[in-house]
């Protein structure tokens, strides 16, 4: 009898204490395992007399139970506890850290190239393209330039080194001549790309990058020309007036033609569209002249329309104060770094061309 109470006294509290599963797998066998202690009084069992099995042979059952319930109990907190412990110690990161979008920058020239995509696909233009190194027809030729004509000179071209006359092309109005002989009338379309003239200074470099745009239709005229500009620079620089100027110029492939300027500012070498302060020359645009449209095989006589031509880099430098063009084209990641954009951040007219005018660099 006694042997089981101070079994009972000894073992309960001793099990409740044990801090390892180890620990508690050793208490287990000193009591219940083969030569535990209770399975020796298990065995003495036999050796006693009827009554005296019964009584302590239910008595050491209750306490056997008892053990194998604290037991139990411990075993399943102390399991609990381990699971707790390795998921405190062995928690996996499952976030991806946001590294590739914040690092990369889009090029300004990419994103001022995109918001102007933005702004004139809104207006129903589609998107054309050409080739950079372009034949003499397209170039010149189609364009009205004759081939003894002062304009030719005035382009400073880049001729290809095998003598089969192509070029790098000087302006993207070849992409008109393109366009007009490939596509159906009406035509609606703007094209950028990149252009070549051999010029270097802080305003040229002998890449750079025009956007083309033409409109041929039977009554397209001068006011929609002028209405289409004004409301390409109102989207482009955000504001809701730009004061514009078009000036009487010359173009071989225009008439008439005019050179466009836009109001502004320079305070402290900042750029702002403004009134009455002075005029910066933007583009060049006109009339499409009749015998570009007969060296595309339109007919002048039931077919007329305008084009109009500018340097998406001005437009970069102007829009996000870019004071040399040359930086542009450097390829230095630090410049890239601070002017650059957020990939994330795409251009669109519905919810506004540079997020409210400030976008995030
Ligand atoms: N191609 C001209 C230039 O490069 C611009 C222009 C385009 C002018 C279309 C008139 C019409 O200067």
Same mark, same amino acid.
């Given at each position: 009898?006694?042997?089981?109470?101070?079994?009972?006294?000894?073992?309960?509290?001793?099990?409740?204490?044990?801090?390892?599963?180890?620990?508690?797998? $050793? *208490?287990? &066998?000193?009591?219940?395992?083969?030569?535990?202690?209770? /399975? +020796?009084?298990?065995?003495? %069992?036999? =050796?006693?007399?009827?009554?005296?099995?019964?009584?302590?042979?239910? $008595? *050491?059952? &209750?306490?056997?139970?008892?053990?194998?319930?604290?037991? /139990? +109990?411990?075993?399943?907190? %102390?399991? =609990?506890?381990?699971?707790?412990?390795?998921?405190?110690?062995?928690?996996?990161?499952?976030?991806?850290?946001?590294?590739?979008?914040?690092?990369?920058?889009?090029?300004?020239?990419?994103?001022?190239?995109?918001?102007?995509?933005?702004?004139?696909?809104?207006?129903?233009?589609?998107?054309?393209?050409?080739?950079?190194?372009?034949?003499?027809?397209?170039?010149?030729?189609?364009?009205?330039?004759?081939?003894?004509?002062?304009?030719?000179?005035?382009?400073?071209?880049?001729?290809?080194?095998?003598?089969?006359?192509?070029?790098?092309?000087?302006?993207?109005?070849?992409?008109?001549?393109?366009?007009?002989?490939?596509?159906?009338?009406?035509?609606?379309?703007?094209?950028?790309?990149?252009?070549?003239?051999?010029?270097?200074?802080?305003?040229?470099?002998?890449?750079?990058?025009?956007?083309?745009?033409?409109?041929?239709?039977?009554?397209?005229?001068?006011?929609?020309?002028?209405?289409?500009?004004?409301?390409?620079?109102?989207?482009?620089?955000?504001?809701?007036?730009?004061?514009?100027?078009?000036?009487?110029?010359?173009?071989?492939?225009?008439?008439?033609?005019?050179?466009?300027?836009?109001?502004?500012?320079?305070?402290?070498?900042?750029?702002?569209?403004?009134?009455?302060?002075?005029?910066?020359?933007?583009?060049?645009?006109?009339?499409?002249?009749?015998?570009?449209?007969?060296?595309?095989?339109?007919?002048?006589?039931?077919?007329?329309?305008?084009?109009?031509?500018?340097?998406?880099?001005?437009?970069?430098?102007?829009?996000?104060?870019?004071?040399?063009?040359?930086?542009?084209?450097?390829?230095?990641?630090?410049?890239?770094?601070?002017?650059?954009?957020?990939?994330?951040?795409?251009?669109?007219?519905?919810?506004?061309?540079?997020?409210?005018?400030?976008?995030?660099?």
């Amino acid at each position: 009898m006694s042997d089981l109470t101070t079994i009972r006294e000894e073992v309960l509290p001793s099990l409740t204490k044990a801090a390892t599963l180890a620990e508690l797998e $050793e *208490l287990r &066998v000193a009591v219940l395992g083969k030569k535990g202690r209770l /399975t +020796e009084l298990m065995k003495s %069992l036999g =050796a006693m007399s009827p009554e005296e099995r019964k009584s302590f042979g239910q $008595e *050491l059952n &209750v306490l056997k139970e008892e053990i194998t319930a604290a037991f /139990t +109990e411990r075993k399943s907190f %102390l399991e =609990a506890e381990a699971i707790n412990e390795r998921l405190k110690n062995e928690t996996i990161d499952v976030t991806l850290p946001p590294r590739p979008f914040v690092q990369g920058r889009i090029h300004p020239v990419s994103q001022v190239t995109e918001e102007l995509l933005a702004i004139f696909s809104q207006m129903g233009f589609k998107l054309a393209e050409g080739p950079d190194i372009e034949d003499d027809w397209h170039n010149f030729e189609a364009l009205n330039f004759p081939k003894s004509h002062p304009a030719r000179q005035m382009q400073a071209t880049f001729f290809m080194k095998d003598g089969g006359g192509d070029i790098l092309r000087t302006h993207t109005s070849p992409v008109q001549v393109r366009t007009m002989e490939s596509q159906d009338l009406p035509i609606r379309i703007v094209a950028p790309g990149r252009t070549y003239r051999c010029d270097y200074d802080m305003t040229h470099t002998p890449m750079f990058h025009q956007i083309e745009g033409l409109v041929i239709d039977k009554s397209t005229n001068m006011g929609h020309l002028k209405g289409c500009l004004i409301d390409v620079f109102k989207a482009f620089f955000e504001v809701d007036d730009v004061p514009v100027r078009f000036r009487p110029s010359f173009f071989p492939f225009t008439e008439p033609s005019a050179e466009m300027d836009i109001g502004c500012s320079r305070e402290n070498g900042e750029f702002k569209i403004a009134k009455g302060k002075g005029w910066m020359e933007v583009l060049g645009c006109g009339m499409v002249h009749p015998n570009v449209l007969k060296a595309s095989g339109i007919n002048p006589d039931e077919y007329q329309g305008f084009a109009f031509g500018f340097g998406i880099d001005r437009m970069a430098m102007l829009k996000y104060g870019i004071p040399d063009l040359r930086t542009f084209f450097e390829g230095d990641i630090r410049r890239l770094k601070h002017y650059g954009f957020i990939p994330l951040d795409i251009p669109a007219m519905n919810i506004g061309l540079s997020l409210n005018g400030g976008i995030k660099r």
